[in-house]
Nanobody
Framework: QVQLVESGGGLVQAGGSLRLSCAAS????????MGWFRQAPGKDREFVVG??????YYLNSVKGRFTISGDNAKNTVYLQMNSLKPEDTAVYYC?????????WGQGTQVTVSS
């Protein structure tokens, strides 16, 4: 069983930055198997960023502003979010795909004020 715990959300003004963290436990796997999604009020959950060994895939609206990174030694993936906009307001979820099974964290709220 895999447990994912996000942290780092909060309230920030437009143009500000936040760094989210997602710590995984229960099994050892690569942070390349982890990514981020978000869900804004009244909207469907959407993919934000994921990566493979060779490539990183970003939602178009966050390209150039968000950066994913990982620390395999800590089983932790990070999401650095810069130049935040009010439309980035959402609950951000960490996800992992391990052996064909998807796991989700509980989510962390990010609120960007204008």
């Amino acid at each position: 069983q895999v447990q994912l715990v996000e942290s780092g959300g909060g309230l920030v003004q437009a143009g500000g930055s936040l760094r989210l963290s997602c710590a995984a436990s229960g099994r050892t796997f690569s942070t390349y198997d982890m990514g981020w999604f978000r869900q804004a009020p009244g909207k469907d959950r959407e993919f934000v960023v994921g990566r493979s060994v060779d490539s990183t895939y970003y939602l178009n609206s966050v390209k150039g502003r968000f950066t994913i990174s990982g620390d395999n030694a800590k089983n932790t993936v990070y999401l650095q979010m810069n130049s935040l906009k009010p439309e980035d307001t959402a609950v951000y979820y960490c996800a992992a795909n391990v052996g064909g099974t998807s796991y989700w964290g509980q989510g962390t709220q990010v609120t960007v004020s204008s």
